[in-house]
């Protein structure tokens, strides 16, 4: 059965950082583009960063970019989001996500949410 | 960005009734491979999104056939053929085409 586990998101202040894990178990992890997607409060989905299967190519929307950086661990199954100068607006529940084939994700976890607050 | 955008955004629906929810996108998702990579996804109170379709109208694995996706280049639908009481939620429409992927803004299904 194909998990993903979210965790490292807590409260955080302006300006501040943190680095949300993802730990996957049942498939092969080396074999799927992974990505970050992150939900508000309240509110729609948004695609946050995706990644190739080593790492290699990166994309970021670009309401993030600079201070956003994804990254992952082959040997250990894990995806990583290092989120830094963090702002109001960057509250929200983050997900991690497998892709599969092209255009799409098929399995999502369960979230882990970050709130930026004074 | 392309613009996802759907409707209504929110939709009473009746036990046992059809239900449609519209799609429409500011650039057309026909990829340079030629597949449409068009999806849906479901998101019951609480829960994380669930892929329902994928490329306009291929069901995953157990999605219920009540279920069905349509549509091409910049204009899709899903439909329900008829509601039942797990189906409440947001519903997105989400592009794979062309990055950053972009959802539509979810139509709430809720009970009349």
């Known amino acids: 059965e194909v998990q993903l586990v979210e965790s490292g998101g807590g409260l955080v202040q302006p300006e501040g950082s943190l680095r949300l894990s993802c730990a996957a178990s049942g498939f092969l992890f080396s074999s799927n583009w992974m990505s970050w997607a992150r939900q508000a409060p309240g509110k729609g989905l948004e695609w946050v960063a995706i990644?190739?299967?080593?790492?290699?190519?990166?994309y970021y929307v670009d309401s993030v970019k600079g201070r956003f950086t994804i990254s992952r661990d082959n040997a250990k199954n894990s995806l990583y989001l290092q989120i830094n100068s963090l702002r109001g607006d960057d509250t929200a529940l983050y997900y991690c996500?497998?892709?599969?084939?092209?255009?799409?994700?098929?399995?999502w976890g369960q979230g882990t949410l970050v709130i930026v607050s004074a | 960005d392309v613009v996802m955008t759907q409707s209504p955004l929110s939709l009473p629906v009746t036990l046992g009734q059809p239900a449609s929810i519209s799609c429409r996108s500011s650039q057309s998702l026909v990829n340079s491979d030629g597949n449409t990579y068009l999806n849906w996804f479901q998101q019951r109170p609480g829960q994380s999104p669930r892929r329902l379709i994928y490329?306009?109208?291929y069901r995953d694995s157990g999605v219920p056939d009540r279920f069905s996706g349509s549509g091409s280049g910049t204009d899709f639908t899903l439909k329900i053929s008829r509601v039942e009481a797990e189906d409440v939620g947001v519903y997105y429409c989400m592009q794979g085409v062309h990055w950053p992927w972009t959802f539509g803004q979810g139509t709430r299904v809720e009970f009349k």
């Open positions: 490329q306009v109208s």
């Open positions: 990644i190739n299967q080593d790492g290699s190519q990166k």
């Open positions: 996500a497998r892709n599969v084939g092209a255009g799409t994700v098929d399995q």
